[in-house]
């Protein structure tokens, strides 16, 4: 069975940090592109960051300097390092893997608070 499992959201005051981490299982393909976006209430799902294959990232400018997407291949498992939290950080977020297709995990919530 194809799946995402997330973890590492929570409750965290404005300057904190958290580490969230997305590892994929029964995905037989080759990862291509690991990433996490965020959906905050009201509000569109937008992109956070995006790593490639290769190490490539791409970074919102919103979260630039402060949070830090890396992967391990060996264990299909995307990681965010999320410091400097800010309220307007508040969001779902869901990690994204494109192989053949797209696939998303279930969301975690992550919630700073001033």
């Known amino acids: 069975q194809e799946q995402l499992v997330e973890s590492g959201g929570g409750l965290v005051q404005a300057g904190g940090s958290l580490n969230l981490s997305c590892a994929a299982s029964?995905?037989?393909?080759?990862?291509?592109?690991m990433g996490w976006y965020r959906q905050a209430p009201g509000k569109q799902r937008e992109l956070v960051a995006t790593?490639?294959?290769?190490?490539?990232?791409n970074t919102a400018d919103s979260v630039k300097g402060r949070f830090t997407i890396s992967r391990d291949n060996a264990k299909n498992t995307v990681y965010l390092q999320m410091n400097g939290l800010k309220p307007e950080d508040t969001a779902v977020y869901y990690c994204y893997f494109r192989a053949i297709r797209e696939y998303w995990g279930q969301g975690t919530q992550v919630t700073v608070s001033s």
């Open positions: 790593i490639r294959t290769g190490g490539i990232t």
């Open positions: 029964g995905i037989s393909f080759s990862i291509n592109t």
